[in-house]
């Protein structure tokens, strides 16, 4: 397991079978958990399960800094399928915070739109330009009377 998870946190994203992902879900969470408290004796609880001094210091410096506000659930375990070989269930499990595809940092959301009308607001927001361009270009005559104010 500790292999494994050296894996996933020097990488982000490791495939591997299904069972395996599900035990090393529960192995890495509450390493993560502790690596929130940058202290001399979390780092020496993390470094005695991994046994990698580059994994417990990438953990500690970035991954820590990403799920500071993620108050757990740091991984995602996302099927792909069976193996060819003996039919095996492959996965990849990642941390959640580094897949741009599924956060919402890495989606914008689309601005809503309706296909009557809208909204007042926006209709009165886009008349007013309308207006303007309209009396600049149009020649008027002087002895027009005034509009009713």
């Given at each position: 397991?500790?292999?494994m998870a050296v894996s996933l946190i020097m990488h982000k994203r490791i495939s591997t079978t299904l069972a395996k992902a599900k035990e090393l879900r529960t192995f890495v969470e509450p390493l993560?958990?502790?690596?929130?408290?940058?202290?001399?004796?979390?780092?020496?609880?993390?470094?005695?399960?991994?046994?990698?001094?580059?994994?417990?210091?990438?953990?500690?410096?970035?991954?820590?800094?990403?799920?500071?506000?993620?108050?757990?659930?740091?991984?995602?375990?996302?099927?792909?399928?069976?193996?060819?070989?003996?039919?095996?269930?492959?996965?990849?499990?990642?941390?959640?915070?580094?897949?741009?595809?599924?956060?919402?940092?890495?989606?914008?959301?689309?601005?809503?739109?309706?296909?009557?009308?809208?909204?007042?607001?926006?209709?009165?927001?886009?008349?007013?330009?309308?207006?303007?361009?309209?009396?600049?270009?149009?020649?008027?005559?002087?002895?027009?009377?005034?509009?009713?104010?």
């Amino acid at each position: 397991m500790s292999n494994m998870a050296v894996s996933l946190i020097m990488h982000k994203r490791i495939s591997t079978t299904l069972a395996k992902a599900k035990e090393l879900r529960t192995f890495v969470e509450p390493l993560v958990t502790c690596s929130k408290h940058d202290t001399t004796h979390s780092r020496r609880m993390v470094f005695s399960q991994l046994q990698n001094k580059y994994a417990v210091t990438e953990l500690f410096r970035e991954v820590s800094q990403k799920v500071a506000n993620r108050p757990g659930g740091y991984t995602r375990i996302l099927k792909t399928g069976f193996r060819k070989g003996d039919n095996a269930e492959m996965c990849i499990i990642e941390f959640v915070d580094y897949n741009e595809t599924y956060t919402s940092e890495g989606t914008k959301k689309k601005a809503t739109r309706t296909r009557r009308g809208g909204s007042k607001k926006a209709a009165a927001q886009t008349a007013e330009p309308v207006a303007e361009v309209a009396k600049e270009t149009a020649p008027v005559a002087e002895t027009e009377a005034p509009a009713a104010e």
